[in-house]
């Protein structure tokens, strides 16, 4: 027969049977490499109670909860030694016999035999292992008695024999002592352990590794730990401290042995041993005296490639394990806690992770893996991008390392790994883990940004920006940039380059000042409050378009300057010097008199400060040191300045949610919160249950000379959702409304209007109004109209109307006119009172027609004409005169005449030129037949069905007429104005409403 042995079993087979050979061959190359990675002493075994480590109790931990503070104070009575193994096989006592907490350099429990009660602590679970391995790290004291470890009822390990003074053994009550050669180390802390193999009488007795083997007599004889520190009847006591005990329920094997030796000497002062592998554990090396673990073979029978230990580093897969390799690898830091901080410029900013380790290798056993589990890494954010590497160089500052492994990572939860493959480690290497989570501008250098000179672009959105205290804003960013997080410290500078954004997906900690050149904005996206803190500042102009110190306009600002408030004088600087990096803007001087003036500084008029937030007036005077919470808007007169006034905002920038409560038929003056623009689309979208429109104060033509109200010449640019409308030939708004930007706002019911950083957007087609266009994906109709006003001035009026699958009565597509003027004209809304400047109707098709009402306070000339056609191509668009029938082809523009007079039935846009009032017989698809003979109409059924009841409506939903039918066809009296649209319902006697429109012939 022929026998392999495989990991301390024997397995036979024939010789002739080579299958069978073949199948144990593999057998022994799997386990040969345990599929698990090992959390034992040193690496061996593992502690969820599925291994051979039976026992393990540490004196650093007494309570095994892996936190190293909360263990009892020095002289403390120990009730519980709690087991490490995960087999809570702990060792417990209570009373007079327990022994005591030692606190020194190692903590341990100490035994005392001179007490006057013995003491000794009893397993949870106790018996006997013939086939094992036990590791006692301690400092036996001489006081003339045995000196027992582990002990049960029919066996005990010794320190020190009864009868053999001073020598290490093992008794078989009633049996016999059996007494090693090695001499008890009173005194002295020493590792102890002792090995056997089933079916072996032979035990194998180590100090410091040193061995000698006793034959006891016995193969079935073993190790106990019913008890630990005396034996059953309590004669023989152990006195010392015991600093660690390891008990494996099956003998390690010679490469492990050597591999916890090794650990433990490191561990506990270098203690001396043989075979002493791992020599990076002393000052001249550094002292990485901790949670050393290690790989290696002696032979083929002993080997141990796979290991973790105490720490976090696993080790495994060595590509050339031969014999007498092994790798081990230590920590400087006793009690990491694996968190990463930043670095300084020499090691370009990255994170590194508080602990380092180094090597020593014995031999070559070729390249490694790595591998780490992502829960035992703190990162220092959990949205980072935590792309891990392994630094490996022969200095410890790791200023120039040897290689850089970019770790893989896979699984994820709490199944997450990093691996690196392919690792080659010299012997004396150092290592550690660090990752690039930080991008930093520091004097005039930047580290690790994706984009131009080392800033940031739109790529690096899980880094943090770090702003040092050097910088002067130089490199600016220069193109669009996304980060994670923001921070300035105290006199740093960041500047971001005219037309560009950062985006920052949470917080900013903002103790310098952040520059917004130009039309750069700042983002943030995260929901809820606001995650700006600091005492610093963000600077951003706001280009005004007022040139007259008459001229009125709407303001909001980005920033607060008092807590979580502002005021105007706080916050709103002369800007006459436009932001750089070393502008200094200076404060603004408020006067009481009327007029604004393009001093040094410049002169503002505090009279014309104003605001009103859930009011009935549209102006509340109000003074510059006035608190506003961020969202609400003030009014301000220009200082004259010809070219528009600049000015800078100065504060921390506004962030998060806001709200203003606002009460039904009551007006707000709010604003763009934001130092970026407001979706407007978004904001009344999230807002549609208490508003639909955006009134913008222009006042940029008012040219009236004049402070008194009567005399404004100013009026509303409105905006719904898609559509926006100017004032007289001033700018159109559009979806963004501009940083600064103030508007009103009208409650269609009492509730709260709510600002969020989702309704944040970048966009530099916005300026005050936002004169830049912006796509519409729906058609749009712009109808204007030129009404000469008596000093042959043109005042100019334009209405939008949006095609957009909504219905002719009142709904989010409509804009009330808040400023309908002496002579003006409006759009109507079917059944709403009011004039609309804005309405969203139905699809386009060509039968629509857009009723409009003409208002004149005397004769005026005008013209009709369409100002825009977006995103359709109608064949023709005609103008209807309903008084006499006529039709102007608005292809060209249309001037009339008109005579003072309200016209609200005469004047529709139509795409047809009167295909509806030739007053021929019309089926629609309900066989409905309509036909209007003079002033009759008739309306019968195609298939005689009984028509139960017909009304006649206005276009304006007025009912005309209504009757009761009970027959198929009906000749109704009309006697209506010539070109009146008109609308019939037909209820059938089978429930259907039928509605059709035509104009009365």
């Keep these: 027969m022929t026998f392999l042995y495989i990991r301390g079993s024997n397995y036979s087979v024939s010789k002739i049977q080579l299958n069978y050979m073949r199948l144990l061959t593999i057998i022994l190359l799997i386990l040969a490499a345990p599929i698990y990675?090992?959390?034992?002493?040193?690496?061996?075994?593992?502690?969820?109670?599925?291994?051979?480590?039976?026992?393990?109790?540490?004196?650093?931990?007494?309570?095994?909860?892996?936190?190293?503070?909360?263990?009892?104070?020095?002289?403390?009575?120990?009730?519980?030694?709690?087991?490490?193994?995960g087999n809570s096989n702990n060792f417990t006592q209570s009373g007079s016999n327990r022994p005591t907490y030692s606190i020194g350099t190692f903590n341990a429990v100490n035994f005392n035999a001179s007490a006057a009660t013995v003491q000794f602590m009893n397993a949870t679970s106790g018996g006997s292992y013939n086939n094992f391995s036990a590791f006692f790290v301690t400092t036996p004291i001489d006081v003339n008695v045995s000196h027992t470890l582990f002990d049960g009822t029919s066996t005990s390990l010794r320190v020190e024999q009864w009868n053999n003074t001073n020598l290490v053994g093992f008794t078989r009550y009633g049996v016999a002592d059996y007494s090693s050669t090695l001499s008890?180390?009173?005194?002295?802390?020493?590792?102890?352990?002792?090995?056997?193999?089933?079916?072996?009488?032979?035990?194998n007795f180590r100090r410091n590794n040193a061995g000698n083997n006793v034959?006891?007599?016995?193969?079935?004889?073993?190790?106990?730990?019913?008890?630990l520190g005396r034996n059953s009847v309590g004669a023989d006591k152990a006195t010392?401290?015991?600093f660690e005990v390891i008990l494996f329920h099956s003998r390690v094997n010679n490469a492990q042995r050597i591999i916890i030796q090794n650990y433990l000497s490191a561990k506990y002062g270098n203690i001396s041993i043989q075979q002493n592998f791992?020599?990076?554990?002393?000052?001249?090396?550094?002292?990485?005296?901790?949670?050393?673990?290690?790989?290696?073979?002696?032979?083929?029978?002993?080997?141990?490639?796979?290991?973790?230990?105490?720490?976090?580093?696993?080790?495994?897969?060595?590509?050339?394990?031969?014999?007498?390799?092994?790798?081990?690898?230590?920590?400087?830091?006793?009690?990491a806690n694996y968190t990463f901080s930043i670095t300084d410029a020499s090691n370009n900013y990255v994170d590194r992770i508080d602990t380092k380790w180094r090597v020593s290798k014995r031999n070559n056993l070729g390249t490694v893996t790595v591998s780490v589990n992502a829960s035992d890494l703190n990162f220092n954010s959990p949205d980072g991008c935590n792309q891990l590497q392994l630094v490996i160089d022969n200095n410890s500052n790791f200023s120039s390392p040897i290689i850089t492994h970019t770790f893989t990572l896979s699984g994820t939860g709490a199944s997450a790994v990093y691996t690196a493959t392919g690792v080659n480690f010299s012997n004396n290497n150092y290592f550690t883990l660090q990752y690039v989570d930080t991008i930093v501008l520091d004097d005039t250098t930047a580290y690790n940004g994706s984009g131009i000179s080392n800033v940031s672009d739109t790529s690096d959105g899980c880094y943090k920006l770090l702003i040092k205290s050097t910088a002067d804003g130089t490199p600016s960013l220069s193109e669009n940039a996304n980060v994670r997080e923001v921070e300035v410290e105290s006199g740093g500078k960041l500047v971001l380059d005219d037309g560009f954004r950062l985006q920052v997906t949470n917080g900013i900690q903002l103790d310098g000042e952040i520059r917004l050149i130009g039309d750069s904005q700042l983002?943030?996206?995260?929901?809820?409050?606001?995650?700006?803190?600091?005492?610093?500042?963000?600077?951003?102009?706001?280009?005004g378009i007022l040139t007259d110190v008459f001229q009125s306009g709407y303001w909001s600002s980005p920033v607060t300057t008092i807590g979580s408030e502002y005021t105007i004088a706080g916050a709103l600087k002369d800007g006459t010097v436009v932001t750089s990096a070393t502008s200094t803007p200076s404060n603004i001087t408020f006067v009481d008199d009327h007029n604004g003036a393009t001093t040094s500084p410049i002169t503002l008029s505090r009279r014309w400060l104003a605001s009103f937030v859930n009011s009935d007036e549209f102006a509340v005077h109000q003074n510059e040191n006035q608190t506003y919470n961020p969202g609400e808007g003030f009014n301000t007169k220009s200082t004259g300045n010809t070219s528009g006034q600049n000015y800078t905002f100065i504060g921390l920038p506004n962030d998060g949610d806001y709200s203003s409560a606002i009460t039904y038929g009551y007006f707000s003056l709010l604003g763009n919160p934001y130092p970026s623009v407001l979706d407007g689309n978004q904001f009344l979208s999230d807002n549609s249950a208490v508003l639909n429109t955006l009134y913008f104060w222009d006042g940029e033509n008012d040219n009236s000379g004049s402070h008194i109200r009567s005399a404004y010449q100013g009026g509303y640019a409105t905006y719904v959702s898609g559509i926006g409308t100017p004032f007289g030939a001033g700018a159109t708004p559009n979806q963004y409304v501009s940083v600064g930007q103030g508007f009103l706002v009208y409650a269609s019911t009492t509730g709260t209007i709510v600002f969020n950083n989702a309704q944040r957007n970048f966009s530099t087609a916005s300026s005050f109004y936002g004169k830049s266009s912006v796509t519409t994906p729906f058609p749009i109709l712009r109808i204007g109209l030129?009404?000469?006003?008596?000093?042959?001035?043109?005042?100019?009026?334009q209405l939008g109307v949006g095609f957009r699958g909504l219905t002719n009565n009142l709904d989010e597509g409509d804009a009330y006119m808040l400023d309908f003027q002496p002579s003006d004209f409006a759009l109507v809304v079917n059944d709403t009172p009011g004039l609309f400047v804005i309405t969203g109707i139905e699809d386009y098709s060509e039968s629509i027609e857009i009723p409009l009402r003409v208002y004149l306070n005397q004769q005026r000339n005008l013209t009709f004409k369409i100002d825009a056609i977006e995103n359709f191509t109608p064949t023709n668009i005609f103008l209807k005169d309903a008084d006499t029938n006529q039709f102007y082809d608005l292809a060209t523009d249309v001037d009339l005449t008109l005579p003072a007079g309200d016209y609200v039935d005469r004047f529709f846009v139509t795409f047809n030129n009167g295909v509806l009032s030739t007053g021929e017989e019309t089926i629609d698809d309900n066989n409905i037949l309509i036909s209007d003979n003079d002033d009759v109409l008739n309306v019968r059924t195609a298939d005689n069905t009984i028509i139960n009841t017909i009304a006649v409506y206005s276009i304006l939903g007025q009912i005309?007429?209504?009757?009761?039918?009970?027959?198929?066809?009906?000749?109704?009296?009309?006697?209506?104005?010539?070109?009146?649209?008109?609308?019939?319902?037909?209820?059938?006697?089978?429930?259907?409403?039928?509605?059709?429109?035509?104009?009365?012939?």
């Design 37 to 85: 990675s090992q959390t034992g002493p040193g690496g061996v075994g593992n502690t969820d109670g599925a291994s051979s480590l039976k026992i393990w109790l540490r004196g650093d931990d007494l309570d095994a909860d892996a936190d190293f503070t909360d263990n009892p104070s020095n002289g403390a009575l120990v009730s519980t030694w709690s087991d490490y193994s």
């Design 215 to 227: 034959n006891i007599g016995s193969s079935s004889a073993g190790i106990p730990y019913n008890t």
């Design 240 to 242: 010392g401290d015991f």
């Design 184 to 203: 008890t180390p009173f005194g002295t802390r020493s590792i102890l352990s002792f090995h056997k193999s089933a079916g072996s009488s032979t035990m």
């Design 786 to 797: 030129d009404i000469e006003l008596d000093n042959n001035e043109i005042y100019h009026r």
């Design 960 to 1001: 005309l007429i209504t009757e009761k039918v009970n027959a198929s066809t009906i000749d109704l009296s009309i006697k209506f104005k010539k070109g009146q649209i008109l609308i019939v319902k037909v209820e059938l006697e089978n429930g259907s409403v039928i509605s059709k429109k035509f104009i009365k012939r």
């Design 523 to 543: 983002l943030q996206t995260h929901t809820g409050t606001s995650q700006v803190t600091g005492s610093g500042n963000l600077y951003k102009d706001k280009q």
């Design 278 to 335: 791992y020599n990076q554990d002393n000052a001249g090396s550094g002292n990485f005296d901790f949670k050393v673990a290690g790989i290696g073979r002696t032979n083929a029978s002993n080997i141990h490639s796979d290991s973790q230990g105490t720490g976090i580093i696993r080790i495994n897969n060595p590509s050339a394990l031969t014999n007498n390799n092994f790798l081990f690898w230590g920590e400087d830091v006793k009690d």
